[in-house]
């Protein structure tokens, strides 16, 4: 096949770079970089956190209060005037924390249960294996 | 059930805005972000996938408002609640069911919809062509440089590199948005190739800004739906959209915060630079790539 049939074939388009298709994070290193390119590509997620924790101890220096500082973030929600989003009323913002801070808790009550029973359980089966590996002798 | 339209384009390439002006057209109803086609179940849309961008629980919310606005008919609190309910009792089912379910839910409407995630790999177009081999599509373009320069103004370029978007040196990395740019108008055109001719059409997002009119008229035309001057003026006003605006606390997003926040459309002529232009982010004289040069000509770009 010649290269310019190649080049027509329908769904062949080459790109120019390793853009990855199904990028799970940062962290994962696309395959088909050499060890050079990886190094290099490390060296930008390093520049790039650098530049975002420089942002963030701007911000926090700017706003000692961690509260302030999200609402801050979160200022672009409000109006000009300061009102919430018509969908979003301050009674329906107050609502929703009081109900995840009750989710919050009972949550951290469930896992506080299961962390017992976790222990509970370790302690029965490693008898339990123990039993297996030593029964006990009849007299 | 009337064939839904998809937006292809890559991030920042004016999608949300267009989206909501053909959404608003009498006979259609623009979605917002739904993501489905990102993941196989919808259950793998509860999945974290990356911490790096955004928060995952963005990605849902779009879907979480659309099922609010078409089952309640509002998107309060309790709407999204139901939602929630309405996703888990989906939680194993293909996501391109979900869709249909959907588009089955607002017939005889057009149902629109532009995720930009969908645009970064062939698999996750081919689902919507699976679950829907008579949709229709509209690959949005965008110049390159005011393009990339949008990518690299939000958060940093994370989205950049994200997929690893990155110009590799002798001794150096650096970050170029344009090669996002290239190879995801090329994973769409390679998508395309496989849907007929009739179903896809390419359009160039500054004309619409251009000559908004003309331009959804044409839009209206190849659709098959009205074209007079009453629908043309629903499709001026995006901000007219529900999802036009921020959501209730517990869905808040489902699109683009700046499109969210103020949605009113102005007709205005962008400026576009010319292709040997300087590169905003760039500060080594580096100017587009003769591939992507080449590729913004085919779209008709000078």
Redesign the interface.
């Known amino acids: 096949m010649s290269q310019d049939s190649e080049k027509n074939k329908p769904g062949s388009r080459k790109g120019i770079g390793q853009v990855t298709t199904e990028p799970k994070s940062i962290k994962s290193e696309p395959p088909e970089l050499t060890p050079q390119q990886q190094a290099l590509r490390q060296a930008v997620i390093t520049e790039f956190r650098s530049k975002k924790i420089k942002a963030f101890v701007a911000k926090q220096v700017k706003h000692i209060n961690a509260n302030r500082q999200v609402a801050d973030g979160i200022r672009f929600l409000f109006d000009e005037n300061g009102l919430p989003p018509a969908n979003a009323p301050l009674e329906d913002i107050i609502s929703e924390r009081k109900k995840i801070e009750s989710e919050i808790r009972w949550f951290e009550a469930m896992a506080n249960e299961m962390r017992g029973r976790l222990v509970q359980i370790k302690e029965i089966e490693e008898l339990a294996l123990e039993m297996i590996e030593n029964p006990p002798v009849d007299e | 059930m009337a064939a839904p339209l998809f937006l292809l384009a890559p991030p920042r390439s004016y999608t949300s805005l267009i989206n909501a002006m053909i959404g608003q057209h009498p006979e259609a109803f623009g979605l917002p972000e739904l993501n489905l086609f990102n993941v196989q179940q919808t259950k793998d849309l509860w999945r974290n996938?990356?911490?790096?961008i955004g928060d995952d629980n963005n990605r849902r919310q779009g879907l979480l408002r659309a099922v609010a606005e078409i089952y309640a008919g509002e998107?309060?609190?309790d709407a999204v609640v139901m939602a929630q309910h309405w996703a888990s009792a989906r939680e194993n089912m293909m996501t391109g069911d979900v869709f249909v379910e959907l588009v089955n839910k607002i017939d005889p409407l057009i149902a629109v919809e532009k995720s930009p995630a969908y645009t970064?790999?062939?698999?996750r177009m081919k689902r919507i062509y699976e679950a829907f081999p008579d949709a229709k599509f509209i690959h949005l373009v965008r110049h390159p440089i005011p393009q990339s320069k949008s990518v690299m103004g939000l958060n940093?370029?994370?989205f950049a590199?994200?997929?690893?978007?990155?110009?590799?040196q002798a001794?150096?990395?650096?970050?170029d948005p344009q090669?996002?740019w290239?190879?995801?108008n090329?994973?769409i055109?390679?998508?395309l190739?496989?849907v007929p001719a009739e179903n896809q059409m390419r359009i160039r997002g500054e004309l619409i800004m251009e000559n908004p009119r003309e331009e959804l008229a044409g839009i209206c035309r190849w659709l098959g739906i009205r074209d007079d001057e009453e629908a043309v003026d629903d499709m001026m006003h995006p901000e007219a959209s529900p999802f036009a605006?921020?959501?209730?606390?517990?869905a808040?997003f489902g699109n683009d915060?700046n499109f969210l926040?103020g949605s009113k459309f102005r007709p205005h002529k962008p400026r576009l630079p010319a292709m040997d232009a300087e590169l905003p982010w760039r500060d080594d004289g580096v100017r587009l790539?003769p591939?992507?040069v080449a590729l913004a000509r085919e779209f008709g770009y000078e």
């Open positions: 996938v990356s911490d790096d998107q309060t609190r970064i790999s062939v698999d940093d370029g994370i590199l994200f997929v690893n978007a990155i110009d590799f001794d150096k990395a650096i970050l090669i996002a290239h190879d995801i090329i994973n055109l390679n998508f190739d496989i605006c921020f959501g209730p606390v517990n808040l915060p926040r790539r591939e992507v």
